[in-house]
């Protein structure tokens, strides 16, 4: 837990102390331009630079590959195949050998690279990729969730059942009972910054690897398996990315890999760095789900079982979406309690890129479903869906409305909290009658709103991974460096392990030294990724000062013959009994007298345990909550839409960097109404990916901000577990709070039919679904008109 030997009042008079609102460490210069991403790095002398060559069939064995004219291109040194790689072909992240470094005899997607090319300079190798003469012979290719469904749903790996009670029998027995299907879309990254890889040889068998990834140690880890070398010889390192969105979790290995051979190979630096549309077209993305659901619910909205089967589109090979699709089912309860439920998962295997972690990782596509039945209901009924939200919630610790599908107990629930308080800031129900008597008169612009929550589980499923290191050393002039297992990619991940360290030896923030991320200092790191990377790094942060600390108390008790607990870390000073020395002057003291004054922390987190196997156990240390109201307009002409107001009041317990956090929330909320709204991905007959430039693709602009756009945490929330300073987890959760986006589009499109009907709308809800909606409405309730 935080420290606790200084008072609040005595905390705050540090610069940059834990639960302080203080800019990220690089804010400055992001808006400058000065911050070093790898591309901005100096490049050794004789740096070599690869681009990918790219296949363009969707399924097809490879026949031949002519790559004479590539080879001849002017600045080419050498092209790399298959059969270059030293040990392996294979970088699977989940070990099922599925996923090679290159294609070898078969083309399992469109845009699958086949070759690499190494070269003088970047343009060179990319115009020498373009010269390659390959001959396929096509096999029959399926890109789409309902062509592998029909064609018999080959799976990429195992899928979950999570089962409590007897839902088939209760869906019988229900006095009401609905089903549909729900097309939820998927989403790409769109990171700043694409994937970037730069090795540079070492003596033997060494290599040090400057990667864009979210994963230091798996890309150790591939770097090492494709190579033949073991861990120990790998070093990665990494500063900084320009967004990462979990789609630097695994997809990084490839192109360190390549950079890695090459450099090896050649005896000399390789970079790799792909444009925008290579990026889109050859790396995975957020997976895009079916949804067949089939709810039994009583006469007032309650919610008596619940039987859902998710299908994703997983592409041609495993990747993460295991675990994505087990996480789907893990939030397909959203907030709300289902007595009897069965819940499946059916990873499908498509010809398209290997989908892959995206913020969320599955979460928002199980809780959208689940929001999805709650509106059915509402339509069913007549009534207004937070009524049949608040209905389902689950219930608190003396309720027996508290065991998910997975047979976790929700034991910290403060939802119903959440959403009355924010019903009542945002002025839920005044705003939703004057939005229904508007749209019982104006013709063309119609409205809605809509209040959602958010229920978020934290923690990585995989419990081996829920653990992180930290190096800290205390120099001879009180400066501090610092060393996590966590990486930044704009998160401020640094800047709150760095006020967590401040905090905890009561000295200000500019003494502490954030430094890169790299494997040769904290080793067997896990991903930043679950929204963990501050509970865990900052955990470990904590105990390697814990560890400092102690031995610089038991000096000091017995340099000034001093009882311990009359000694204190107190505003970059020591305190001992009455006697007040200068931090800077203690440590060299302490030096002088041979004080270890260096530490490895390390974290694990408690009470977690899951058994995929039987479908139960306590997968995450606790959830996060939020809740958000959203208005928005609609064109019934033309389907164009704008959101007017969005009102959002999220938990994040006691905020270790309050002006961070908002800014998660703030950003989690436009990314999230992109996903749902604009960033349609869309391949054509052949399996080519068509959306893979800005061009094509849409994400959010400043201009669909929400009108007024009012974002609070929740002040009172503190997290029930043992978290560093009781703080919670924000990275993902707030992903989800605007299904208040889509919903709120939901009644505005209902309105057309008097809100007889749900509109069925898919994700994302374009302009031209919404249209479509609109007219499939009008007809359904005019079928007399043209």
């Given at each position: 837990m935080a420290p606790t030997n200084s008072t609040y009042e005595e905390r705050k008079s540090i610069a940059g102390p834990m639960h302080g609102s203080l800019r990220h460490d690089s804010a400055h210069k992001h808006v400058s331009g000065t911050a070093d991403y790898i591309d901005d790095m100096p490049e050794p002398a004789g740096t070599l630079h690869g681009a990918l060559g790219l296949t363009d069939r969707a399924h097809a064995d490879i026949l031949s590959m002519d790559l004479s004219e590539v080879e001849a291109f002017p600045g080419v040194v050498c092209v790399l195949t298959a059969k270059d790689m030293p040990h392996s072909n294979d970088i699977s992240p989940s070990h099922l050998d599925d996923e090679p470094v290159l294609a070898d005899g078969i083309v399992q997607f469109h845009g699958q690279p086949a070759f690499a090319v190494i070269a003088a300079t970047r343009d060179m190798a990319r115009r020498a990729a373009r010269k390659a003469k390959i001959t396929y012979r096509d096999l029959p290719h399926l890109t789409d969730i309902t062509e592998a469904l029909e064609s018999g749903g080959e799976l990429v790996t195992r899928p979950l059942t999570l089962a409590r009670g007897d839902a088939e029998a209760e869906l019988e027995l229900a006095p009401r009972r609905l089903s549909g299907r729900m097309r939820i879309g998927g989403q790409d990254h769109f990171y700043l910054e694409g994937h970037i890889a730069m090795a540079i040889p070492g003596e033997d068998d060494e290599v040090t690897v400057w990667s864009s990834t979210q994963h230091p140690s798996e890309v150790q880890h591939m770097v090492g398996h494709v190579l033949g070398v073991p861990s120990n010889a790998v070093t990665v390192n990494v500063r900084r990315m320009g967004g990462g969105f979990g789609g630097k979790e695994t997809q990084s290995n490839q192109f360190a890999v390549l950079a890695a051979v090459a450099a090896k190979k050649l005896d000399r630096a390789v970079k790799f760095r792909l444009d925008r549309d290579e990026d889109m077209t050859a790396t995975g993305k957020r997976h895009d789900f079916l949804v067949d659901y089939d709810v039994g619910f009583d006469e007032d909205g309650r919610i008596l079982a619940v039987k859902a089967n998710y299908a994703a589109r997983c592409g041609?090979?495993?990747?993460?979406?295991?675990?994505?699709?087990?996480?789907?089912?893990?939030?397909?309860?959203?907030?709300?309690?289902?007595?009897?439920?069965?819940?499946?998962?059916?990873?499908?295997?498509?010809?398209?890129?290997?989908?892959?972690?995206?913020?969320?990782?599955?979460?928002?596509?199980?809780?959208?479903?689940?929001?999805?039945?709650i509106e059915e209901i509402a339509y069913a009924l007549g009534k207004d869906p937070l009524d049949i939200r608040k209905l389902n919630f689950y219930g608190d610790n003396d309720s027996d409305r508290v065991l998910t599908p997975y047979h976790q107990k929700v034991e910290d629930n403060i939802i119903q909290r959440?959403?009355?308080?924010?019903?009542?800031?945002?002025?839920?129900?005044?705003?939703?009658?004057?939005?229904?008597?508007?749209?019982?008169?104006?013709?063309?612009?119609?409205?809605?709103?809509?209040?959602?929550?958010?229920?978020?589980?934290?923690?990585?499923?995989?419990?081996?991974?829920?653990?992180?290191?930290?190096?800290?050393?205390?120099?001879?002039?009180?400066?501090?460096?610092?060393?996590?297992?966590?990486?930044?990619?704009?998160?401020?991940?640094?800047?709150?392990v760095a006020q967590v360290l401040a905090d905890s030896f009561q000295v200000d923030i500019d003494r502490v030294k954030i430094t890169a991320t790299t494997t040769g200092k904290v080793p067997n790191t896990s991903a930043t990724a679950a929204s963990s990377g501050s509970d865990l790094n900052g955990m470990a942060a904590h105990d390697a000062a814990r560890q400092i600390k102690k031995r610089l108390i038991a000096f000091a008790a017995e340099r000034w013959q001093a009882e311990p607990q009359t000694i204190s870390f107190v505003a970059n000073t020591v305190r001992i009994g009455e006697e007040s020395i200068a931090f800077a002057d203690f440590i060299k003291q302490a030096y002088q007298a041979r004080i270890q004054l260096s530490a490895a922390g390390f974290y694990k987190t408690p009470k977690i345990h899951w058994d995929r196997n039987t479908g139960r156990g306590t997968p995450f240390y606790y959830f996060s909550y939020g809740a958000a109201v959203s208005e928005v307009s609609v064109d019934t002409l033309t389907g164009e839409y704008r959101v007017e107001r969005a009102d959002i009041l999220h938990d994040v317990g006691k905020s270790l960097n309050p002006a961070i956090d908002i800014g998660q929330v703030e950003g989690g909320f436009i990314q999230g109404m992109g996903w749902l709204t604009t960033e349609e991905l869309w391949w054509d007959d052949k399996g080519r990916l068509r959306t893979h430039a800005p061009s094509t693709y849409k994400i959010p602009l400043a201009s669909d901000r929400p009108r007024i756009f009012n974002v609070k945490l929740a002040e009172w929330a503190e997290n029930a577990e043992m978290t560093i300073g009781r703080s919670k987890a924000v990275g993902e959760p707030p992903f989800m709070l605007p299904i208040s986006v889509f919903e709120a589009l939901s009644m505005a499109v209902a309105s057309v039919a008097d809100y007889r009907e749900c509109p069925r709308l898919d994700a994302p809800a374009t302009p031209e679904r919404i249209l479509m909606a609109v007219e499939r409405l009008r007809r359904t309730a005019s079928p007399n008109s043209s």
């Amino acid at each position: 837990m935080a420290p606790t030997n200084s008072t609040y009042e005595e905390r705050k008079s540090i610069a940059g102390p834990m639960h302080g609102s203080l800019r990220h460490d690089s804010a400055h210069k992001h808006v400058s331009g000065t911050a070093d991403y790898i591309d901005d790095m100096p490049e050794p002398a004789g740096t070599l630079h690869g681009a990918l060559g790219l296949t363009d069939r969707a399924h097809a064995d490879i026949l031949s590959m002519d790559l004479s004219e590539v080879e001849a291109f002017p600045g080419v040194v050498c092209v790399l195949t298959a059969k270059d790689m030293p040990h392996s072909n294979d970088i699977s992240p989940s070990h099922l050998d599925d996923e090679p470094v290159l294609a070898d005899g078969i083309v399992q997607f469109h845009g699958q690279p086949a070759f690499a090319v190494i070269a003088a300079t970047r343009d060179m190798a990319r115009r020498a990729a373009r010269k390659a003469k390959i001959t396929y012979r096509d096999l029959p290719h399926l890109t789409d969730i309902t062509e592998a469904l029909e064609s018999g749903g080959e799976l990429v790996t195992r899928p979950l059942t999570l089962a409590r009670g007897d839902a088939e029998a209760e869906l019988e027995l229900a006095p009401r009972r609905l089903s549909g299907r729900m097309r939820i879309g998927g989403q790409d990254h769109f990171y700043l910054e694409g994937h970037i890889a730069m090795a540079i040889p070492g003596e033997d068998d060494e290599v040090t690897v400057w990667s864009s990834t979210q994963h230091p140690s798996e890309v150790q880890h591939m770097v090492g398996h494709v190579l033949g070398v073991p861990s120990n010889a790998v070093t990665v390192n990494v500063r900084r990315m320009g967004g990462g969105f979990g789609g630097k979790e695994t997809q990084s290995n490839q192109f360190a890999v390549l950079a890695a051979v090459a450099a090896k190979k050649l005896d000399r630096a390789v970079k790799f760095r792909l444009d925008r549309d290579e990026d889109m077209t050859a790396t995975g993305k957020r997976h895009d789900f079916l949804v067949d659901y089939d709810v039994g619910f009583d006469e007032d909205g309650r919610i008596l079982a619940v039987k859902a089967n998710y299908a994703a589109r997983c592409g041609y090979s495993s990747d993460l979406s295991g675990p994505v699709t087990d996480r789907a089912l893990f939030h397909a309860d959203s907030s709300y309690f289902y007595p009897h439920v069965k819940l499946t998962s059916q990873p499908l295997k498509t010809n398209t890129v290997s989908n892959t972690a995206y913020r969320g990782f599955g979460g928002p596509q199980g809780m959208l479903g689940a929001e999805r039945m709650i509106e059915e209901i509402a339509y069913a009924l007549g009534k207004d869906p937070l009524d049949i939200r608040k209905l389902n919630f689950y219930g608190d610790n003396d309720s027996d409305r508290v065991l998910t599908p997975y047979h976790q107990k929700v034991e910290d629930n403060i939802i119903q909290r959440i959403v009355a308080e924010l019903e009542e800031s945002a002025d839920y129900q005044t705003r939703r009658r004057a939005i229904l008597d508007f749209n019982r008169t104006s013709r063309i612009i119609r409205k809605g709103i809509a209040l959602t929550p958010v229920k978020f589980g934290i923690s990585f499923t995989m419990t081996a991974f829920n653990q992180a290191g930290a190096l800290v050393h205390v120099y001879q002039d009180g400066s501090i460096h610092l060393n996590h297992g966590g990486t930044e990619m704009g998160q401020g991940l640094y800047t709150k392990v760095a006020q967590v360290l401040a905090d905890s030896f009561q000295v200000d923030i500019d003494r502490v030294k954030i430094t890169a991320t790299t494997t040769g200092k904290v080793p067997n790191t896990s991903a930043t990724a679950a929204s963990s990377g501050s509970d865990l790094n900052g955990m470990a942060a904590h105990d390697a000062a814990r560890q400092i600390k102690k031995r610089l108390i038991a000096f000091a008790a017995e340099r000034w013959q001093a009882e311990p607990q009359t000694i204190s870390f107190v505003a970059n000073t020591v305190r001992i009994g009455e006697e007040s020395i200068a931090f800077a002057d203690f440590i060299k003291q302490a030096y002088q007298a041979r004080i270890q004054l260096s530490a490895a922390g390390f974290y694990k987190t408690p009470k977690i345990h899951w058994d995929r196997n039987t479908g139960r156990g306590t997968p995450f240390y606790y959830f996060s909550y939020g809740a958000a109201v959203s208005e928005v307009s609609v064109d019934t002409l033309t389907g164009e839409y704008r959101v007017e107001r969005a009102d959002i009041l999220h938990d994040v317990g006691k905020s270790l960097n309050p002006a961070i956090d908002i800014g998660q929330v703030e950003g989690g909320f436009i990314q999230g109404m992109g996903w749902l709204t604009t960033e349609e991905l869309w391949w054509d007959d052949k399996g080519r990916l068509r959306t893979h430039a800005p061009s094509t693709y849409k994400i959010p602009l400043a201009s669909d901000r929400p009108r007024i756009f009012n974002v609070k945490l929740a002040e009172w929330a503190e997290n029930a577990e043992m978290t560093i300073g009781r703080s919670k987890a924000v990275g993902e959760p707030p992903f989800m709070l605007p299904i208040s986006v889509f919903e709120a589009l939901s009644m505005a499109v209902a309105s057309v039919a008097d809100y007889r009907e749900c509109p069925r709308l898919d994700a994302p809800a374009t302009p031209e679904r919404i249209l479509m909606a609109v007219e499939r409405l009008r007809r359904t309730a005019s079928p007399n008109s043209s």
